[in-house]
């Protein structure tokens, strides 16, 4: 069964940073698409930023400049380095695992950025 346990969310001041980890298993890890969608209350879920098992990355222009997706198949970690941190950022962060045709999610994490 695929897991996925998301850390690292917090508080930060705007401009500050924050690096959000999402450890994976009960998959082939390598193999996957992964990425980070943020939810805030009332309003849908958005992509925030996904990466290819090849390592292709693609984000929204929101974040682009900002944050940095990357993995490690051998710790079957996915990290989101978020820095430049502002106020519209704040969310609760999902991870997401794409495994034969069915998407997973993490338990979620908050983000609060002040101004």
């Known amino acids: 069964q695929v897991q996925l346990v998301e850390s690292g969310g917090g508080f930060a001041q705007a401009g500050g940073s924050l690096r959000l980890s999402c450890v994976a298993s009960g998959t082939t890890f390598n193999s996957n698409p992964m990425g980070w969608y943020r939810q805030t209350p009332g309003k849908q879920r958005e992509l925030v930023t996904f990466i290819t098992s090849s390592g292709r990355t693609n984000y929204d222009d929101s974040v682009k400049g900002r944050f940095t997706i990357s993995r490690d198949n051998a710790k079957m970690t996915v990290y989101l380095q978020m820095n430049n941190l502002k106020p519209e950022d704040t969310a609760v962060y999902y991870c997401?695992?794409?495994?034969?045709?069915?998407?997973?999610w993490g338990q979620g994490t908050q983000v609060t950025v002040s101004s």
């Open positions: 997401y695992l794409d495994r034969k045709l069915e998407r997973y």
